[in-house]
């Protein structure tokens, strides 16, 4: 058995059966070996950021991390900007770099380049596999880090993969003892003064039996259970602990917690502007505010929430939930506001929403509040290009469920190529493509850095018309169904028809 | 007068007047600076990749550098595999990478990374400007360093940008010293030896003067004249000295150069397989032959090829020159063979090729040596995504000449986005899909390295079938007219209105 039959074999006996990826020449042994290892799914994907985005999504929604297969160092390089993203979530990845044989690298061949040195601003471990007689238990390591919400970067050599290996290595069960933070007892009595407090949430702690404890403390202490703009996956809708969204821009941000005295964080940091302003400040929370880190983020936060419960006596009773609302569906003229309110009422009972949705769903996804249950995904790493990938991702890791993708049009277009792959999988995939037609965010940002109002030069690098793309067009294209919404009632119908569908489809909504 | 401007009117100054861009809200202020500037054209593109390749082939085009407008590190991170493209091609280029304000950076904000480090595997200069009254001299150096051939990476902090500037700074005029390699007289020996010699020629040295001066050498010496598989531009066709393009396989290519003993290298290095094989070598020379450098790549090679011909006594009258052939139009089945048959007629006087064709034009593009003369650029770094961008580039370079890009399926899919550009800008631009619908390269491969015949599952990660991409649907989906091509008859209709069009257009040649 040589070393790349040995790393897919250790791969799937360490959890990890699932391999998005965009091979070359150099990793045509490990791709040889997926005939001889059926418990891999390989899933190809027409551009490396879809395979790294798609491992993300996966990660978030199993807790386990995907493989990805890159083609050297320029693969990686078009891996990078979601692999960012994915660090940013806590979101576990074990990307495999093909890399030439050993014995090559000293001729500066063509693809030849600096793999390490490429990988190391977005990578938490490195290993270039010395021999094809150390893949296995150089994969059991990065299994070991991926597993722990870290990226990992293998990087296999030709001749690594080619020559005999050992056979597969297990990986052993790792479960990491609970980490209770010293913060705990000093945010308890944070919680239990009279001053006011905001508990700010992310990671695991927006999920399952954590999010019901932290809304139980919330309850019992009167604190503002909070998450920040932008969390890797929060379960919310009808039946759950509603939380406050911190606003994106910084003078709302401001006002919005300029009371509180007292910030208690889990899994996450506290309030930072996504951007820097002229004349504005970093940090959101009022001068002299103190912060209690109650679990860093990546940690797993249960442990710490169930003991920060008992020191401020919550009973379950204390939490409270979502009621299911609706404001009804509206009609006429599509704007942010109707979409919300479409979605309030449509979304269906556990689905997975993946929200690139930038300026069109920015302000007004709050409205799907109280909708049937649902996951909602946010990008951590504000690298665009995000959604389909990572809604890739999660119509593999779950099958069973609806993903709708919010998707803005000119974040579609940096990885629209993540479309084919939906569509050879057959993937559960509803996209909505809200074609304003515009980067209009940075219509917005453009007077917020203080650089007044655009004249046309500057104009036209914020404007996607001239031409006009046609998203419906675009989407078939690639095999995935597609049709145009331009009014409510057209947006309506579409979406109902699409998420009963099995397979992937896309709605172009006119702004 | 804020330190956006300061750098835009520097660049401007300094011959960079064009910028590919991406922008975000951390270079808003460069943007705005757009609008005072009008001598910077700035064209946007929907992916950073598409920037960065249009460098590149706006580079080679006018042998002076473009700029590009990245966004953070992840802007960065999607350009980088075009970087490194333009790097193995001795491109210069300057890239300008907006970043958080200094202030703003220890707050690990989701979109702070170490850009630095990010940039260096590619860059062969990075800097980042530290205030608003250094971004103008900190321009003029990367000026300075993509005149030579090389990849500036200019980091600009928001602050940087938007404090007080110094107004802009003057780039003194570069006229590098003409570099005569020691290797001349020993070169010049061996030329005129009774040995079997071959002159390999990249970079420059496939152009204008520098060509016709070789081929005057070769003629005189009876060496053969010879250009690597890759070469990063030739001038060639009707009345241009030939060359022989040595072989891509390395067994093909180890035979073609078994009997000789001289290599001498012009602005390249000596032959390397593109990949390693099991039990092949990597450099392709014979045992024993000797390798004379007479100009290292991304020199300039005329000085050192005029002082090796009057070394060995050539004249004007020695070198050879290709006469027009071509076989006449094919018909019926489209192929290989009948693809380099049709553009051997049909490739009007002056057109620059972009080939980023892979399988179908690899082997069979030859036939077009005796077309009319035009310029053909090839991808020198081996990262896929190649065409689209330097086609951009070219178009942009080149108004009033034809740009054909011949492109794979499989290689177009990487950076597709470059289409709008090409439409929104209304660039000469001709594109050839070859619709394999296969990765063909890697079944070829596949073998190549010794991992048998695929089975169905290694199969399927070669195969773009399931379900088949529509290229001209998404051609035209971005604003570029499209026909599809199944016969020759098609073809040749296609080819010859296409190329009379002003703007862009697409032919999808189905194989």
Redesign the interface.
Known sequence: MNGAESLVRTLVAGGVDVCF?N????E??F??A???V?EMR?I?V??E?IATGAADGYFRMTDKPASTLLH????L??A??NI??AK?ASSGMLNIIGE??S??LK?????T??IE??A???SHWIKTSANSKAIAQDAVRAIQESRKSRIASLILP??TA?EEGTGPAATPDSTPAPRTSGAVEQAARALMSNEKKIMILGGRALRGKALEIAGRIAGKTGAVLATQF?SSRVERGAGRVPTYRIPYFVDPALAALKDFRHFVTVET?EP?????Y?NKP??LKPEGAQVHEVCPPGDDSLAALEALAEAVGAKASDAPHQERTSDGLPSGKITPQAIAQILAVLIPENAIIVDESLTTGRESIGVTAGASPHDWLQ???????FGIPVATGCGVACPDRRVINLEGD?SA??T??GL?TQ??EQLPVTTMIFANRAYQ??RT??A?????A?????A???SLE?????????S????VPAVRAETCEDLIRAFKAYIAEPGPNLIEVVL
Chains 1, 2 share one sequence.
């Open positions: 990826t091979p070359g020449t150099s045509m042994h791709v040889a997926l005939d001889r059926e390989s190809l027409l551009f950021g050297l160092a320029p693969g390089a078009n990078q900007a960012h993203n940013k030439h044989a014995w090559h001729h500066d061949a063509p693809l380049a600096d040195g490429l190391r601003p977005f030709g001749d080619w932008f940091r930072v502007s996504f951007f820097a002229p970093s940090l990008n951590m790493g504000g690298s665009i290009g000119g277009m940096y629209i190529q084919w569509a050879r965010i940075l940002e453009f917020g850095v203080g650089a007044g655009p004249g046309p030069r500057a036209a690098m914020m001239n031409p006009t793309m046609d998203f419906v067009a675009m078939r294209s690639m095999g």
